[in-house]
C-alpha cells in the first residue's frame, strides 16, 4: 500500500497531520495520519489503492503549510547485510527516477545515520544507474527519496519537482553571509527562496525598490534587502548595526512599528516583531488593505496549543481585509527550515483595491 511520507519540524507532527487530514478530507480522500511526536515524519496512509498518489498530486505542496518535504512510496526492512538488494526490489514497483536522494528526519537520532547514509550513498547509486532505475538525463522524471528512519526501516519513495521542496527533506542549504548583523538574515534569504521563483527575483526584489522593515534592530533583513540595492526604512527603537547604516540605503526610524505608516506606498513591508499572532497578522492586514504596500513577509509566533488552526485564522483575518479593500493578491504561510516556533507569511497583492492612500491614514 503506498502512503505519503511528510517532513516537518520536530515537535510539529501534530500540526502537519491535521492540515493533511483537513486536506484530503476536502478532496474526498479517506486517510489517515500516523505521528510519533518529536519525530519528524509523519505518515499519511491511505487504504484505497491509488488514493496517496492521487491526493498528491491534486494538492499543491507549495501551500502547505507545516510539511517541508513529502514523497509518495512505502516501507522496507532492509537486513544489515544486504540494503541495496530490496530496495532496487522495492524501486522496480516504481517510476524511473532523474536524482537520488538519501534522507533522515530531521532529528538527533536521524543525524546519527549520516555516516550510513554516506556510505551507502555511492554504491547504491551505482546500482541504480546500472540497472537504468536511475536516469540523470530525464529531467522530467521524479526524484526517488531513500529515507532512513532506521538501519533497518527505509522508505523508498518519489517525488516530483514541479510539486515538492527543491531540496532534500526540504532543507536549504544556505549559509549566514560574513557581513550580516545577525542570524535571522537567513529567515527572510529562505522566505524569498520559498515564495518567490528564482527567475521572478530581478523583477520582484529589484535595486532601488522601496522597504520597509518594522522591528529591524540589529539588521539582518534589512541587510538582505540592502544587499539587492533596495533603499530600506528601518523602523526600531533598538540600535542598527553601524556598518549597514553607512551604506547609505538605510533609514533609521525609532519608533513603535504599530504606528509607523509610510509616507508614500512602498514595494515591500517585512516584519519580525516577536508579538501575538493576531496583533501581526492585524498590522500585515492595515499595511495590504491600505495599500502601503504591494508584497510583504510577516513573522506570526506561534502560541502552544491549536498552532495550525492559529494560522489558518491569522489567514483568513488577511484575506478578509483584502476581500474589503477590493485587492486581489495572494496570501501564503510556511513554516520554514530557519522558523522555530513560527511561521513565515507572505502576501502579494495582484491588482490594487479601492483605496486611496493618504499620509495620514
Ligand atoms: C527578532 S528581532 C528582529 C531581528 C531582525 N529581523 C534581524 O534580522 O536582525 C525583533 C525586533 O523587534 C523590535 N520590536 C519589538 N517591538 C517592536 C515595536 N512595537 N516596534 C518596532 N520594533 C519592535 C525589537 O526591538 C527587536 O529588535
Known sequence: MQELLLHCRPGFEGEAAAELQELAAAQGVAGYAVTREGTALVRFVCPEEGEAQLLMRRLDFQSLIFVRQWALGSWLDVPAEDRITPIITACAQGPLASTLWLETADTNDGKAMAAL???????????????????????????????????????????WANNAAPWPMGIPR???????????????????????????????????????????????????????????????????????????????????????????????????????????????????????????????????????????????????????AGIRGTIACKQLYSDREEVTCHVRVLQAGSYKVQPDH
Not at 529531467?139 to 538501519?151: K, M, N, Q, T, V
Not at 538605510?250 to 509610510?262: I, M, N, Q, R, T
Request: aromatic content about 8%; charged content about 25%; glycine content about 6%.
Open 174 to 324: 544556505l549559509k549566514v553571509p560574513r557581513e550580516a548583523p545577525s542570524r535571522s538574515t537567513l529567515k527572510l534569504e529562505e522566505a524569498w527562496h520559498h515564495f518567490i521563483p528564482r527567475d521572478q527575483w530581478d523583477r520582484r526584489l529589484a535595486p532601488g525598490m522601496q522597504a520597509v522593515d518594522l522591528g529591524a534592530a540589529p539588521g539582518g533583513w534589512t541587510w538582505q534587502m540592502v544587499n539587492r540595492h533596495m533603499k530600506v526604512i528601518a523602523v526600531d527603537n533598538g540600535p542598527m548595526n553601524r556598518a549597514l547604516m553607512d551604506s547609505g540605503q538605510v533609514e533609521h526610524v525609532e519608533a513603535d512599528g504599530y504606528l509607523f505608516k509610510p509616507r508614500a506606498p512602498v514595494q515591500w513591508m517585512v516584519c519580525d516583531i516577536v508579538d501575538k499572532p493576531a496583533r501581526s497578522s492585524a498590522l500585515l492586514a492595515r499595511w495590504i488593505s491600505r495599500g502601503w504596500c504591494r508584497e510583504a513577509i510577516v513573522n506570526f509566533k506561534l502560541p502552544m496549543k491549536r498552532r495550525y488552526y492559529e494560522v489558518l485564522q491569522c489567514m483568513e483575518h488577511v484575506q478578509e481585509a483584502m476581500d474589503e
Open 117 to 159: 547514509t554516506k556510505k551507502l550513498g555511492r554504491p547504491l547509486e551505482s546500482v541504480l544507474l546500472k540497472t537504468r532505475f536511475l536516469r540523470p538525463n530525464k529531467a522530467d522524471a521524479p526524484r526517488l527519496h531513500i529515507c532512513f528512519e532506521s538501519g533497518e526501516r527505509i522508505f523508498v519513495g518519489w517525488s
